[in-house]
């Protein structure tokens, strides 16, 4: 059975910073593409960012700069650390697993809320 478990979110002021971290278990991590996506409501959920196999970074044009993704496959986590937050990155957080560039991840995490006031 595979898990991804996110963790980390809160509530931080405009400026400041978090790092969320989604450990997966039922998968080797290090075989998959592994993506950051989050949702805000009334909003269509967006792809933040991806770190491939190879651990070569993708990032959305509204984060790049100040979102930084990374993978410990040792571990089975991957962290996504979020500085300069801004109030539109107010959203639910969620981890997704998945092998093929393009295509929808098969494994979700429950998610993770992030607000972020101003």
């Known amino acids: 059975q595979v898990q991804l478990v996110e963790s980390g979110g809160g509530l931080v002021q405009a400026g400041g910073s978090l790092r969320l971290s989604c450990a997966a278990s039922?998968?080797?991590?290090?075989?998959?593409?592994m993506h950051w996506y989050r949702q805000a409501p009334g909003k269509e959920r967006e792809l933040v960012a991806t770190?491939?196999?190879?651990?070569?970074?993708l990032y959305a044009d509204s984060v790049k700069g100040r979102f930084t993704i990374s993978r410990e496959n040792a571990k089975n986590t991957i962290f996504l650390q979020m500085d300069s937050l801004k109030a539109e990155d107010t959203a639910v957080y969620y981890c997704a697993a998945g092998l093929l560039s393009g295509r929808t991840p098969r494994y979700w995490g429950q998610g993770t809320q992030v607000t972020v006031s101003s």
């Open positions: 770190t491939t196999r190879g651990f070569n970074t």
């Open positions: 039922g998968l080797i991590l290090s075989g998959y593409l």
